[in-house]
């Protein structure tokens, strides 16, 4: 039998281990404690802001972090990643060689893929009308200004469409919907190509402009006969109609998980240079694909005083942030794995 001393330490000892255990069983599910002062802020696409919204809150219990987010359209946030007033940009155009330039050591990163929708407001007629590229490319040239115009009848058999003037809602700024539009237009139409080319702003020759996706939505909503872009999650939200456009295999695809899978088939090797990927258009062996998908980026300095905080937050973003709960609602699609392997190589580039 011990002695009373040795047995009065053994007691305690066994007490604080049982304390501990407790403690510890206590805290086993709780949410990481916020990390004081941790923000993490970005700008720019309005086609991603849907999805970035829906992270902000889980960020925030999952990692501690505050996340902000401007949408302020593509263009905005290259130029505020550019000047470094903030921690990340956001893009659905990739950047070009002197964009790349002017940022001065960043890094472009894969972390969203999705549709962009082509959105009309016509009383009395049903959704999912049939449209094709180079009639699109028309409407939006202005080369075809009513509903009842032949070459719409023609996609559209059987269906009462009316003379209402069509109405062109685009974007007045510089947007990666627009990039992502235009290079589809630019794909299906020569004469698009040539007269007015790809961008993230372009010289539309008809139309009235609107910023961001919600500008461009409320006019859609605003005009009977109008006809806009913008990304599908925008459409959704709004109750628009939109266009099921027909691919190079024939088929008529509309923007979902489906179609924009599809797609992302055509295209899962980025660029080994600037990470970049084109999957407007997709070859016809591809016959689900819808036809105006495409990725969006996150742009980010390799140099950065968050280094450890942004990398946590993107290696979440591409992991965890696809998850059905946050993309399938939005018609977001998780980025395929080939596409993730680079993405997260990327992310490590990001130093002190």
């Known amino acids: 039998m011990p002695k009373s001393g040795n047995f009065i330490r053994i007691f305690a000892l066994a007490a604080l281990t049982a304390l501990l255990a407790v403690a510890a069983a206590g805290t086993a599910g709780a949410s990481p404690a916020r990390q004081a002062g941790t923000t993490i802020s970005g700008a720019g696409s309005t086609f991603v802001s849907p999805l970035v919204t829906t992270w902000i809150p889980a960020v925030s219990q999952q990692l501690g972090y505050e996340l902000q987010y401007s949408a302020i359209g593509s263009s905005g946030g290259i130029n505020a990643i550019t000047g470094r007033t903030v921690d990340f940009g956001a893009s659905d155009a990739p950047l070009s060689p002197d964009q790349f330039t002017a940022c001065n050591g960043c890094v472009q990163i894969p972390w969203a893929l999705a549709a962009t929708s082509v959105m009309y407001n016509l009383p009395g007629v049903k959704n999912l009308l049939h449209m094709d590229g180079p009639t699109l490319a028309k409407i939006f040239m202005g080369q075809i200004s009513v509903w009842n115009d032949p070459a ?105 998980a489906r179609g924009i899978l599809a797609a992302a088939s055509s295209d899962q090797t980025p660029d080994k240079t600037t990470n970049a990927l084109s999957i407007v258009n997709p070859p016809k062996k591809y016959p689900l694909a819808y036809p105006i998908s495409t990725y969006t980026y996150v742009i980010v300095p390799t140099k950065s005083s968050k280094a450890a905080d942004l990398r946590k937050f993107l290696f979440w973003a591409v992991t965890h942030g696809q998850e059905g709960k946050y993309t399938a609602p939005l018609r977001f699609v998780p980025i395929p794995k080939k596409v993730l392997v680079v993405a997260e190589k990327a992310i490590t580039q990001i130093k002190s």
């Open 152 to 256: 719409i009848q023609k996609l559209n058999k059987g269906v009462n469409l009316p003379s209402t003037k069509i109405v062109i809602a685009h974007r007045s700024d510089g947007s990666g919907t627009t990039y992502n539009f235009t290079d589809y237009l630019a794909n299906v139409s020569p004469a698009w190509k040539s007269q007015i080319g790809t961008g993230t702003s372009v010289s539309w020759p008809v139309g009235v402009g609107g910023k961001g996706s919600a500008g461009v939505s409320a006019l859609v909503a605003q005009t009977p006969g109008a006809i806009g872009y913008a990304d599908v999650a925008f459409a959704l939200k709004n109750h628009f109609s939109y266009f099921a456009m027909k691919n190079r295999s024939g088929k008529f695809a509309t923007p979902g």
